[in-house]
């Protein structure tokens, strides 16, 4: 069963720390079905939380974002790495994270990331004329040509595959490592794996895309390099993901669902292995 689609048993939620997932949850009135049809009395559940995020780079708003407010200072440097608004983590000098009051439900409460980048890197964003608005999951929202939404994907050192029981612990690792999605079953998550299979950062959101970014800004900060380990992810494998990877150098991308035909022809254009289906006891090599 993939991870996207685990049921949620009270074993599940127990294994979680409410506290660690913080902002990133609430904590909802709801109603279950029993073998009596409907059940009346009260009952709570955690739901995910998704705000709109908006990345505001020298003052100039970039993008809006759905996405889980959680590892946002990630997010920040990760989008800005993968969109190729600065080449290197040392062009972003500081984020911000300013809450936009000018709504009545505070659930909705709006995320200002005040970026401070080179100002060469700006010149560049400013004459590129992007205004995206990216809805859940959304990786291509606002692209204003053909010719910007499909670009040259840069090609990344080849190197080997991951063995299948190195993946097979990978996706165990990454399981049990989802606590946003283990109190919520909402979510997407993106995980560093080192060749060991030892889990080095998880980040979730929302949105595939974002979960990404957010691995990204977190890899960079830490300063891991993309040859040491590999990338799994609990969505699909479409191009948009692979783009991402490419353009910061992983050179492998395990996804526990399928991939994209212009994912595949993408990933072997560039050398990436692009690996699919990574369930327990299978997977399938693009």
């Known amino acids: ?68 407010p959680q590892d946002l200072e990630d997010f920040a440097l990760g989008f800005s790495l993968s969109e190729g608004i600065i080449h290197h983590p040392e062009e972003m000098f500081s984020c911000d994270i300013i809450e936009n009051n000018d709504t009545r439900d505070a659930r909705s409460i709006g995320l200002d990331l005040q970026l401070h980048i080179h100002g060469e890197r700006m010149h560049s964003l400013k004459s ?84 990404l970014d957010k691995l990204i800004g977190a890899l960079a900060i830490r300063k891991i390099k993309p040859e040491s380990g590999f990338l799994v992810v609990t969505s699909r494998a479409s191009y948009e993901m692979v783009y991402k990877a490419a353009t910061v150098g992983i050179t492998t991308l395990v996804a526990v669902s399928g991939a994209t035909g212009l994912a595949v022809e993408t990933a072997r254009n560039t050398g990436m292995n692009l690996i699919g289906f990574a369930r327990q006891g299978r997977q399938v090599v693009y």
């Open 1 to 68: 069963m993939s991870i996207e689609t685990m049921p949620r048993s009270q074993a599940d939620k127990s294994r979680v720390n409410r506290q660690d997932a913080g902002f990133s949850q609430t904590r909802v009135s709801v109603v279950s079905n029993s073998e009596n049809g409907w059940e009346t009395e009260d009952l709570t559940d955690f739901v995910v939380e998704e705000r709109p995020v908006a990345l505001v780079y020298n003052g100039v708003s970039h993008a809006v974002m759905m996405a889980t």
């Open 128 to 211: 590129r004329h992007r205004a995206m608005a990216g809805p859940t999951g959304c990786g291509l929202c606002g692209k204003r040509s053909l010719e910007e939404t499909l670009k040259t994907v840069p090609a990344v050192t080849r190197q080997q595959k991951p063995s299948p029981q190195t993946i097979q612990n990978a996706i165990q690792c990454i399981t049990s490592g989802q606590r946003i999605q283990l109190m919520t079953g909402a979510c997407h998550a993106a995980a560093w794996m080192s060749f060991d299979a030892q889990p080095v950062a998880i980040r979730e959101d929302v949105g595939r895309h974002n979960a």
